[in-house]
C-alpha cells in the first residue's frame, strides 16, 4: 500500500523531507512558482481540475481553426517527470482552510500545507451585462477555444448550405472588447472568412460576410502605446474588420447583441474578450482584502496580511509594480511568470530561515497579432516594432516560452505550412455531431 | 444570390455540366467515389454529417493517448480543394426517396441526383447484450476515440488519487472482442500503463492494474492465420495483457461486466470492439435485402437489383469479393476504398453510355499493430510479417495512406517522438470537466 495522509486516508506526497508546499493551479504563475521548487528539499504538490497547462496567448488561434487544442496544451505530469519533488494532483480545490493550513478538494479529500501558493487565474468579467455569460464565448480556457471554434466553422457550413437564413446573406461574428485577445481574435477570424471563401470554396459572400469588433473607449490596445492602437485599428479596417469605438453592448442574446444607443446587431456567434476577473470560488473567498476587480491584495513579497505562508500570484492577485504599493501589474502572462517564481523563491528563503525580498516586476513587453505578418510589440526602454517586424517577434517569443520541445516542433510546423500556403489546417467540428445535424 | 435548387430553395451544386452524383459519407468508400469522380463532368455532392474524414485504422491510438484527434481526421474541403466539381455539404441525410431521387437532410432541405453512392459505413453491433450499448465504449468515431481517452486518463488520475477506492488498489480496464480493434487497443492500453507509471509516475500499482481482453472464440484476430493469432496472443500475455479465450459477456454496468459463467469483472472502462452492424437509420433503411449483418445485398457491378442508379459501398454494403456470389468481403479499410473507387468508375462507364463491370476486390493484406515492435501483417501470395518487420510495414503503409501531408509530417514526428523517449504525448483530459468532480 502506497503511503496514505494521517488525516484524509488519502495518499501523501512521497516521503521526501523538508516543508510541504500546495500550489494550486498549473498556468503561468503556479507552473513557475513549481518549477523554482523543483529539485529543492521541500514536497511539493501542484494541483490543478486540468490534467495540462494552457499556453493561452495562443487560444485565439484554437478558436480560429489555426492550431489544434494539442498544440497549446501540454500534461503536465510530463513537464515534471523527472523532478520527484514535485507531485501532480488532478482536482478541483474547493476551499482553503487559511487557520489549519489545509486545502479541501471537490472529492472531499484534503491535503494539509506548511505553505501554499495560489495561482488561480483569471476568469471572464461581463459587468452583469444581460445574456453576456449565457450567450457569448469567452477564450479563457481549452474547452472556451473548442467551443467557439465549433460554432464558427459549423455556422459557416450552415451559411454555406443555407444563404437564405442571413438577412444579408451571410453571418455575422461580433467580438466585445479591443484588448489584445480581442484584437488578435478579430483579426484571425476575418482571416479564417478569407481562406474559408478562397481554398474551402464556401459559398459564402465575403463581402458581406462581417466581422464586427466593438469597444466601449475610443481606441483599440488600451495597455499599448496609443501610436500601436491606432496602427492595430488601421490594419484590421484594412483586412476588413469592422471596428466600432465608443460602443458599449446592454444585452446578448442567442442572435445577437443590443448597444447601448438600442441599435440590434445579428450576429452568428459573439466572443467576450471583454475583461477578466479573478477566477470565481477560491482566490475570492480567501478573508483577505480584495481590489475593484476581485484580485487578491498581497504585500510587496506578495504573500497574504498575517498569513506569510500563503502567497496569490498571477492574474488572482493584485500583484505590485513594485515595492511601495505602486500597481498593480496588468494580469499578461510575464506578470504570472515571475511572480509565480518570486513566490517559489520566497518559499525556500523562508525554509532557510530568511526573510523575504519584495517582487518587482520587470517589464519584458507586450504584444498582440493582427494577423498573419502582422503585429504590435511594445518593448522595454521605448522600443516599438510593427508590421512583419513584430510579427516575427511575435511568433518567435511565443514559441520560445512554449513549453516542449514537441509541442514547439508541431507548432512550428502548423505555422510554417499555413504560414506558406495556408492548407488543410485542422478547421475540424470535433463537437460530438452524431445526435444533431 | 448564388444559384438554389429549385425544388427547395437551398442552394445547389454550381451550374457545371452534366449528371448529378450525389455520394453519402466521407469514409474510406465515400473518398475513393469522390476521387474518381473528381476532375471529370459530372457534378459530385458529397455528403457527411462531419466536416471531417476519419482515419479509423489510428483511432485506437487516439483512445489511449498515442495520437491526437486532429493527427487522425482531415477536412474534407481541403481534400477537394482545387477539385471544383466535387462540393461538400455539412449534414446528416435522414432519408432516401429512391423512386423520386432525392436525399432528405436532417434540416428539411433536399438533394436531386441522377446517380447515388452511399457509403454511410458501419456502427457498433451488441448483440442484445444488457447493458453493452449504454455502459460501453465503442471506437467507431473520432468522438468515441475521444470520450475513450478521457475515460482512461480521467480512470488512472483518479486512482493515482485514491487508490483505495478499487479493490485490488488499481483499476480494471476490459476489451471486449479479439479482432484487429481490440487487439489493438488491449496492446495499446498496456504501453499506456506502462508509460503513465514509469514516466508520468502516477502512482499505481503496474502488477496489479489490468488489462482484460475477452473473445469468445477460442482464438485472437479470426480473420487473420492461425500462426499470427497465437502469436498476437503470445505477445499480449508477455506484455501483461490477461487475455481470456471463450469467454462471453452477459452483461455490461457501470462498474464493470458479467460472463456469461456468472463470474464478475470490476471495470473502469470497458471498450467494445466486439463486432459491426450496418450505421443504422439509412443503409437499413433501402428498400432491398440486407445479409445476416445488416448489409445491404448489391449485385456484382455493386448497384441495388432494379436501381442501377444506386450503389452502396463500403461496410455499409455486402461487397461481392468476385463476380458470381462470392463472399462478401470482410469489413476492411481496403474493401471500402476498392468498392467506393469501382462505384465512382461505374458512373463514369453509364454517363458514357457504356455498361457497367463488376467489382473484384484486390487482396491487398491485413495487419494489425499489437505495440512497439510488433505487428502481424498479412499479405497476398501467403507472405506474412510479424514483430519488428511487421510494425515497421504496418507503420509505413498506414502512414502512406494517411491523406495530405500536413497530417503525414505530424503522425511521423509524434511516432518518432514517441518511439525513441515516448515523452510528453498528447496524454490530455480535454473533456469539459469545469462542472464535473
Redesign the interface.
Known amino acids: 500500500?502506497?503511503p496514505?495522509d494521517p488525516v484524509s486516508?488519502?495518499?501523501a506526497t512521497p516521503a521526501t523531507p523538508g516543508a510541504r508546499v500546495v500550489v494550486i493551479g498549473c498556468g503561468f504563475a503556479g507552473l513557475a512558482a513549481a518549477r523554482q521548487l523543483a529539485d529543492t528539499p521541500v514536497q511539493v504538490t501542484l494541483i490543478d481540475?486540468?490534467?495540462?497547462h494552457t499556453f493561452l496567448p495562443f487560444l485565439y488561434q484554437v478558436a480560429t481553426a489555426g492550431l489544434?487544442?494539442?498544440d497549446v496544451?501540454?500534461?503536465v505530469?510530463?513537464?515534471f517527470?523527472r523532478l520527484?519533488n514535485v507531485?501532480f494532483?488532478?482536482?478541483?480545490v474547493t476551499s482553503v482552510d487559511i487557520e489549519s493550513r489545509r486545502v479541501t478538494?471537490?472529492?472531499s479529500?484534503t491535503i494539509d500545507y506548511d505553505h501554499l501558493i495560489v495561482g488561480t487565474g483569471a476568469a471572464s468579467e461581463f459587468f452583469g451585462i444581460a445574456g453576456a455569460a449565457e450567450h457569448t464565448r469567452p477564450l479563457y480556457?481549452?474547452?472556451d477555444a473548442?467551443r467557439l471554434r465549433n460554432d464558427v466553422?459549423?455556422t459557416l457550413?450552415?451559411a454555406?448550405?443555407?444563404?437564405?437564413n442571413y438577412d444579408d446573406?451571410a453571418p455575422t461574428f461580433v467580438v466585445v472588447g479591443g484588448g489584445a485577445t480581442g484584437v488578435e481574435t478579430a483579426g484571425a477570424l476575418m482571416e479564417l472568412l478569407d481562406v474559408s471563401v478562397r481554398?474551402?470554396?464556401?459559398?459564402i459572400d465575403p463581402q458581406r460576410t462581417r466581422v464586427i469588433l466593438l469597444d466601449g473607449a475610443d481606441r483599440l490596445l488600451a495597455g499599448f502605446k496609443e501610436a500601436l492602437g491606432r496602427y492595430a485599428l488601421e490594419t484590421l479596417r484594412s483586412r476588413g474588420v469592422v471596428v466600432r469605438l465608443g460602443e458599449l453592448v446592454e444585452e446578448v442574446t442567442p442572435t445577437g447583441v443590443r448597444l447601448a444607443g438600442g441599435e440590434w446587431i445579428d450576429a452568428a456567434a459573439v466572443v467576450w474578450a471583454g475583461g477578466v476577473t479573478v477566477d470565481g470560488t477560491l482566490a475570492a473567498s480567501l478573508p483577505v482584502a480584495h481590489g475593484r476587480d476581485g484580485r487578491v491584495a498581497v504585500q510587496d513579497d506578495l504573500s497574504l496580511i498575517g498569513h506569510p505562508e500563503v502567497s496569490v500570484v498571477g492574474d488572482a492577485a493584485a500583484v505590485p509594480l513594485a515595492p511601495g504599493g505602486a500597481g498593480p501589474c496588468p494580469q499578461l502572462a510575464q506578470v504570472a511568470i515571475q511572480s509565480g517564481a518570486h513566490a517559489g523563491r520566497q518559499v525556500l528563503r523562508r525554509v532557510a530561515g530568511k526573510s523575504t525580498v519584495p517582487f518587482t516586476y520587470k517589464d519584458k513587453g507586450m504584444m498582440a497579432t493582427i494577423g498573419r505578418r502582422s503585429a504590435v510589440a511594445q518593448l522595454p526602454r521605448g522600443l516599438v516594432l510593427r508590421g512583419t517586424l513584430g510579427w516575427l517577434a511575435w511568433l518567435g517569443l511565443h514559441i520560445v516560452y512554449l513549453i516542449?520541445?514537441?509541442?514547439r516542433?508541431?507548432v512550428l510546423?502548423?505555422w510554417w505550412?499555413r504560414y506558406l500556403n495556408w492548407?488543410?489546417?485542422?478547421?475540424?467540428?470535433?463537437a460530438?455531431?452524431?445526435a444533431?445535424?
Open positions: 500500500m502506497p496514505t486516508g488519502s495518499p481540475r486540468h490534467n495540462f489544434d487544442p494539442a496544451a501540454y500534461p505530469r510530463s513537464i517527470r520527484h507531485v494532483r488532478h482536482g478541483r478538494l471537490a472529492d479529500s480556457t481549452l474547452g473548442r466553422l459549423s457550413e450552415a454555406d448550405a443555407h444563404p437564405e446573406g481554398q474551402d470554396r464556401l459559398r516542449g520541445f514537441r509541442n516542433l508541431i510546423v502548423n505550412w492548407p488543410g489546417g485542422p478547421r475540424l467540428i470535433d460530438d455531431v452524431d444533431s445535424q
